[in-house]
């Protein structure tokens, strides 16, 4: 099972991106599907969840500005951010519970490789 994340980039204050994060490989299912940031020098938060059913949980500093949705056909996860601001300048980490029937329906937390995301002032 691998996550790959696509759409980090340079923007400026104001402005918007869209990351995505499609699932592969051995997937039986997948439970809540996320993102992650980790700015320089700091702990990772979270920054929204999505539930299979599509209840959704994000944290305040991003309400308002960030949309997480999912396609559960595509095992893609998407994070609409807008409004962008230089101190959401951070590595965003996608995250998936999934069941891998390869390895005898395991379940647990799957990572993607992170993607930056660069808010110039």
């Known amino acids: 099972v691998q996550l790959q994340a696509s759409g980090g980039g340079l923007v400026q204050a104001g402005g918007s991106l869209r990351l995505s994060c499609a699932a592969s490989g051995s997937i039986f299912s997948i439970r809540t599907m996320g993102w992650y940031r980790q700015a320089p020098g700091k702990q990772r938060e979270l920054v929204a969840t999505?539930?299979?059913?599509?209840?959704?949980n994000s944290a305040d500093s991003v309400k308002g500005r960030f949309t997480i949705s999912r396609d559960n056909v595509k095992n893609t996860v998407y994070l609409q951010m807008s409004s962008l601001k230089p101190e959401d300048t951070a590595v965003y980490y996608c995250?998936?519970?999934?069941?891998?029937?390869?390895?005898?329906?395991?379940?647990?937390?799957?990572w993607g490789q992170g993607t930056l995301v660069t808010v110039s002032s």
């Open positions: 999505i539930t299979s059913s599509g209840r959704t």
């Open positions: 995250n998936a519970d999934i069941t891998d029937y390869s390895r005898h329906y395991y379940s647990g937390d799957y």
